[in-house]
């Protein structure tokens, strides 16, 4: 069954600071990745995805996010963490082709301190 | 091009009180999801339509949950008897489905429910 893994449940950066926040998932063949945001009080919003082609994708908001195959990870990075971006982000996977729904990581809260 | 629309935003009620959550997806979308996310947790899928017929409802509860969507446009969820646990925000998501696109959800800014 497919799965998404987010092992950390809380990260508090500081701003400025770089960031990482981890993903791996379970599938059984090349899925389709999100990474999605999501403000207090607000729905979810699309940072970036991958699908094919260039493993690293680029996104909104100065967000990057790298697929490796061998790993089963799709990381999500940003070079310099702003105080706006604290919230709650989520790694989904989906399928390539077919119509099955995302299924979503439990999600990683990001604390920006100055 | 306009969101996904929800309503109400918010919503409070006793246990065994009934509730409904209704949702208009973006235009041309044939694919509608209806998404559980508890407090700390990921959105959990409750149904998927495609068009006006379901496609996946393995984890809705049916016993007290309900979800239509008549004219393939907007939905409706219904909740007959709330319980305490189902206090938590009920996203809806649509896309272009029927093999269009990436599968890219887009989401609604969902409605919150408090069982008391």
């Known amino acids: 069954a497919q799965s998404v893994t987010q092992p950390d449940i809380h990260i508090t950066v500081s701003e400025g600071a770089s960031l990482e926040l981890r993903c791996n998932y379970s599938y059984g063949a090349t899925p389709y990745l999100f990474w999605y945001v999501q403000s207090p009080g607000q729905g979810l919003q699309l940072l970036l995805k991958y699908f094919s082609g260039d493993t690293l994708v680029q996104g909104i908001k100065g967000f990057e996010a790298e697929f490796k195959r061998s790993q089963s990870s799709f990381n999500l990075r940003k070079p310099s963490v702003h105080w706006s971006d604290a919230a709650e982000y989520f790694c989904?996977?989906?399928?390539?082709?077919?119509?099955?729904?995302?299924?979503f990581g439990k999600g990683t809260r990001l604390s920006v301190i100055a | 091009e306009a969101g996904v629309a929800q309503s109400p935003r918010y919503k409070i009620i006793e246990k065994r009180q009934s509730v409904a959550f209704w949702c208009n997806p973006i235009s041309g979308h044939a694919t509608l999801y209806w998404y559980q996310q508890i407090l700390g947790q990921g959105p959990k899928l409750l149904i998927q339509f495609q068009n006006n017929g379901v496609v996946d409802d393995s984890q809705l509860p049916k016993d007290r949950f309900s979800a239509e969507r008549l004219k393939g446009v907007d939905s409706t969820l219904k909740i007959q008897p709330a319980k305490l646990e189902d206090s938590a925000v009920y996203l809806c998501?649509?896309?272009?489905?029927?093999?269009?696109?990436?599968?890219?959800?887009?989401f609604g800014e969902g409605s919150r429910l408090t069982v008391l």
């Open positions: 998501a649509s896309s272009l489905g029927g093999g269009r696109g990436t599968g890219e959800l887009f």
């Open positions: 989904a996977v989906g399928p390539t082709s077919g119509n099955t729904p995302l299924v």
